[in-house]
């Protein structure tokens, strides 16, 4: 179970990425993906996988968002398509 901390550095990782997504153009977030994507292949393979399983979960949980308008309507959409593939990710 996450302690208290975790919890709280984790929302904001999330205040993080939502206040530069507010803040960048397009090409700006494909720039900043970039950037996040490399510093992630950066770390080792089983951190990668970690990673990734973290937000095949964070997809699952957001496609289930009941908070929908026209605004996050495309994003939700997406999470559900994403959610349709199914992928072991094992620790090694």
């Keep these: 179970m996450l302690k ?15 206040h530069y997504s507010n803040i960048m153009s397009s090409s700006d977030k494909v720039e ?25 979960e964070f997809c699952n949980q957001a496609a289930q968002n009941r908070r929908l308008d026209l605004r996050n309507q495309a994003s939700v959409e997406w999470f559900k398509a994403v959610n349709k593939i199914k992928i072991y990710m094992p620790v090694v």
Excluded: C, R, Y
Excluded at 9 to 16: D, G, H, R
Excluded at 47 to 55: D, F, R, V
């Design 4 to 18: 208290n901390q975790d919890k709280a550095n984790l929302k904001q990782v999330i205040e993080t990425l939502a």
């Design 32 to 56: 900043g993906a970039k950037v996040m994507a490399n510093q992630l292949f950066k770390t080792h393979p089983t951190l990668q996988q970690g990673i990734a399983s973290i937000l095949q």
